[in-house]
């Protein structure tokens, strides 16, 4: 038996090995054999990306486009005036064209850019300060020892399974004591503390030596010059998964603001498209504006995933390595 034909025998038996259990050095390598398999993903995508792809054309349809039966796949004619219709008059109350939606809310400065600027101000606050407290406590929790430390940890861990709207009366009155209803604190400060975050930190500090932390002790660092020197840049692919999850988070918060909101000038992105609804409804003629703010609204989240997404998978994957 030549060198060659024992090659190819042990290449044969190394594929079925790796057959069995799934491990592939190169993914494509199976295609022809495993192309069926893909098929309820790709089919799970398109259930995915049609309504995103029906919001985008939608958004760029005319008003008798958006009355045709059957509902058109393709706009016949793409058209910018679900955003701004330079036709429009707003003295003139009978007219043919749309009005825009950044030609809407005449009463509040800088119209729908207002809410826009609300939740961009308020979910980097929210983002910033969340991620330093919650990195602040995982680091004491998981590299100092003091009394009641698993008491506090405990309790950390146990308020996540509390239902978040049990807080929603509570923080109303607490807010409304303090005069922050219709303002920014009302939207910031009560959101800083989240437990998941300090958990999931706990959960990745543990993977880092301590011996790193005690030399650095030794050679006379102060604790908050280890923790940003040192502790905070290794945190760096946990901090972008969770600045992921809270930015996503606080940029769909709906029910909270709502609440607090006293002012249409005050409403963030998803309370501003709730009102929008709310005047538009049954108005065929409004839908193309309200697709359009929806598009608008989703940008920023896709956005972030797709800049930060090598950091957010690599964060997920090592915070489980002990």
Known sequence: MSAVELTKKQQKALDKAMDRGGNFTNPFEKRSKNKWRRSPLYLLTVVMIAPYYWMITSSFKSVKELQEVPPTVYPKNWISGNYYDKNFDPMQFQQDVIQGLFQRYPDIKFGFFRFMYNSVFVNISITILTLFIGSLAAYVVAKHRFRGKRAIYLTIIGSMMIPWQVGLIPGFLLVDDFGWLNTYWAYIIPALPKAFIVFFLVQYLS????????????????????????????????????????????????????????????????????????????????????????????????????????????????????
Do not use: C
């Open 207 to 322: 993977s880092i030596p301590d011996e790193l932390i005690e030399a650095a002790r030794i050679d006379g660092a102060r604790e908050f010059t280890i923790y940003w020197r040192i502790v905070l840049p290794l945190l760096k692919p946990a901090l972008v998964a969770m600045m992921i999850f809270t930015a996503i988070g606080e940029w769909n918060n709906f029910l909270w603001p709502l609440i607090i909101v006293q002012t249409q000038d005050m409403a963030n992105l998803p309370v501003a498209l709730a009102f929008l609804r709310n005047t538009g409804a049954g108005n065929i003629g409004s839908q193309g504006v309200i697709m359009a703010a929806s598009l608008i609204t989703s940008i920023p989240t896709i956005l972030l995933f797709f800049l930060t997404q090598k950091h957010f998978i690599r964060g997920i994957a090592l915070s489980g390595l002990k």
